[in-house]
């Protein structure tokens, strides 16, 4: 009786060489530049009025942001998005439209990891090299470049 063949090497390459493919086009997404080039970078953040200490926003090129709270030493992880002159960081949870973001934020949050919940929203008023100020209702934030 002969013993059962083994697989064919073909068929295993073509499962490694899928594999790998799929590996690199998931990693090659979540690079993918996403944001505006003059938002990337660190800035500080100053609500006009407010008497809290400047927060410290950092927007990565991929889309993700970190928001520091100086006050409590809190670091916080958000997408963030550049639509023409409406700005917005933050998870949309209202409704749970989009189920990759949603199933994505209770991953992190699972984790143990920060996630900032909820959506904040601002029109950009103006943009320059160094500064960018935008108002989000009432209130009028101004981001100032750090240096790197």
């Known amino acids: ?73 809190c670091t916080l992880t958000f997408p963030w998005r550049l639509e023409r002159t409406s700005f917005s960081m933050g998870y949309d949870t209202a409704g749970f439209e989009d189920v990759a973001d949603w199933t994505t934020l209770q991953a992190l949050n699972a984790m143990d990891w920060s996630v900032m919940t909820g959506m904040n929203r601002y029109t950009v008023q103006e943009i320059s090299r160094d500064e960018i100020r935008l108002q989000g209702g009432e209130s009028i934030t101004v981001l100032r470049r750090m240096p790197e």
Do not use: C, H, Q
């Open 1 to 73: 009786m002969d013993p059962t063949p083994a697989k064919p090497v073909k068929k295993r390459r073509r499962w490694l060489i899928f594999t790998l493919v799929l590996v690199l086009a998931g990693a090659a997404w979540w690079n993918w530049p996403r944001g505006d080039a003059r938002f990337v970078g660190k800035w500080t953040a100053t609500t006009i009025g407010s008497p809290d200490a400047p927060e410290v926003w950092t927007f990565s090129r991929n889309g993700m942001g970190l928001l520091f709270y100086p006050k409590v030493g």
